[in-house]
Structures are given as C-alpha cells and as structure tokens.
C-alpha cells in the first residue's frame, strides 16, 4: 500500500507542478485543496504529501491557517537562481560535450526541435522543452549531484523563462541562441559551448532585471 501510496505522490507532483510552471495557478490565491483533490479523483493525504514536496522545491509556501500559494516571481529569486545556473551549468555542458555519444546527440537534436515547434506555435510547452533541452546538454556528463542540482534550478528558472519569453521576438532570439549551443556542443567544441552556455544564461538575466523591476 506505501508504493502505491507514493507513487500517487510523484504523479501529483508532476501534475501540480506542470499547473505552476505553465502559470495556471494564480500566486496570490491559495491552492484550493478540497477543489484540486476532487478535480484529480485523490484524497487529501497524497495531495498534501505532494504539496509538501513542491515547497521543499521552492515553488509553492505554506501560511499557518491559510494553506499554500504559489510563490511569487521575484528579482531576489531570480538573481539566486540564474547566478547558480552560471556557476554550474556552462562547465556542466562542456564536460558533456566531450563525452556525449551517438544517442545523446539525437535526443538533443530531437529535442530542439520539439522546442522550435511549440515556440513557432506559441504553445505552453516552451517552458517544459527548453527545460529539457538544457538537461539533454547536461545529462551525458554523468556527473549526478551537478545534475540533481540543475534540475532543480530549471524547475525553479522554467516560470522565469517563460516570463522572459514575453516580449517580441525574445522567443527567435533564445532558439537562435540554442542552435549556436547545439553545434558547438555537437561538435566538442567544449570552450565555444561553456562561453555560449554562459552568455545566453546572462542574457536572460539581464532581461528579467528590468522586466522584473518594471512591473
């Protein structure tokens, strides 16, 4: 019963996460968990165990005698997260760069292209695939804990990317971006990669900075 129990759990997660990264549940109204329970077909007890773990992963904080909402975008936060994303990441894709095999290279190229046609569709699976693009760069490294972290941080950037995406013509820019990675990354060049890894991270930076403070 404790599998079955838990693996309910992780579906939860996935699910109520992919309703916070995709924007779907407003940060200033409080997560209706009677209603999100019934919507789902789950009782309480898998929901708050799920609802546990996304505030464990930043996304969502808890009130006492209030529940949990999801959190704000904020400069502070995005200034934490895009400043540990450029201290591990560009190495983090060269290393993999050096060793990526045959595979690796076909999920990253595949990859992309999903993320090429949901930008060109404007679909709310931009987020998800760029996240993913990123990873399929990462993952061939081996190097678990770095990836266990970034993970965790493209889950937390993945709001703040589609933030960044807003305005016009952000979007093209990003995916050109992202085919400069690809072939550097393709082709071992492991200095060219990090350096291009490196400015595009700063780059969305530098954007979210004056969105940020704008509004």
Same mark, same amino acid.
């Given at each position: 019963m ?6 309910l ?17 407003h940060? *200033? ?14 009782? %309480?007890?898998?929901l ?27 400069? #502070? #936060? ?8 450029? %201290? ?19 999920l990253?190229m ?30 061939p ?6 990836l ?14 589609? %933030? ?22 393709m082709?071992? *060049? ?11 991270? #700063? ?8 969105q940020?403070?704008?509004?």
């Amino acid at each position: 019963m404790s599998i079955i129990i838990r693996n309910l759990s992780d579906q939860l997660v996935e699910l109520v996460r992919d309703r916070i990264l995709t924007g779907a549940v407003h940060p *200033d109204l409080p997560i209706r968990q009677d209603a999100l329970a019934a919507e789902l077909g789950v009782s %309480k007890i898998p929901l708050r165990e799920a609802l546990a773990r996304l505030e464990q992963e930043g996304l969502i904080r808890s009130q006492a005698n209030r529940g949990y909402f999801v959190r704000a975008l904020s400069t #502070e #936060e995005a200034e934490e997260v895009f400043a540990l994303r450029l %201290k591990l990441e560009p190495e983090a894709i060269a290393c993999a760069a050096a060793v990526a095999d045959y595979d690796h290279r076909r999920l990253a190229m595949e990859t992309l292209a999903k993320l090429d046609q949901a930008t060109s569709q404007h679909g709310e699976g931009v987020g998800a695939f760029n996240r993913a693009f990123h990873l399929a760069l990462i993952r061939p490294g081996q190097r678990l804990i770095t990836l266990n972290i970034l993970e965790r941080l493209h889950v937390l950037s993945e709001r703040y990317v589609r %933030k960044h995406l807003e305005p016009l013509g952000r979007d093209q820019r990003a995916n050109e971006e992202h085919h400069e990675m690809l072939d550097s990354w393709m082709e071992r *060049d492991v200095e060219r990669v990090a350096q291009l890894t490196r400015a595009h991270i #700063e780059q969305t930076l530098e954007d979210l900075r004056r969105q940020l403070v704008s509004e």
